[in-house]
């Protein structure tokens, strides 16, 4: 089958791994006291900007307010970088490919250090 100069060749989705940090916003979720915090999250899509692409307008829906996304890679990206990955976040990342999903899979909120703030004065 030969494809025709405006035809594209189909790219597989992957799953991309993404940090995404957050700020308050009403609604959020996060804990009272909270200033913000950070997503773990598992994203599908063709390339790694059409992932953070999705997950950002999922996380605006759910009505978190990311600030910024950086970018870990695919699987495979990651494991050629040397990270350890566990049975627990493969079958995450498995289950974001199968349901083409954004998938949240640790959330960790930020508080402002008292010590820190005491130094300021």
């Not at 996060?30 to 997503?39: E, Y």
């Not at 040397?82 to 954004?102: P, S």
Request: negative net charge.
């Amino acid at each position: 089958m030969r494809l025709m100069a405006n035809e594209k060749t189909p790219r597989p989705q992957q799953v991309f791994t993404l940090l995404v940090q957050i700020g308050r916003k009403d609604g959020d979720g996060l804990p009272k006291g909270a200033t913000g915090g950070a997503l773990i999250c598992y994203a599908t899509g063709v390339d790694e900007a059409e992932a953070v692409r999705e997950t950002v307008a999922v996380l605006k829906k759910a009505d978190v307010a990311p600030l910024d996304v950086t970018g870990y890679g695919t699987i495979e990206e990651r494991e050629a970088e040397g990270h350890e990955i566990d049975d627990e976040e493969r079958a995450l990342m498995q289950r974001a490919l199968q349901d083409n999903a954004v998938i949240v899979a640790q959330m960790t909120p930020f508080f402002e250090d008292k010590k820190s703030k005491k130094d300021k004065k």
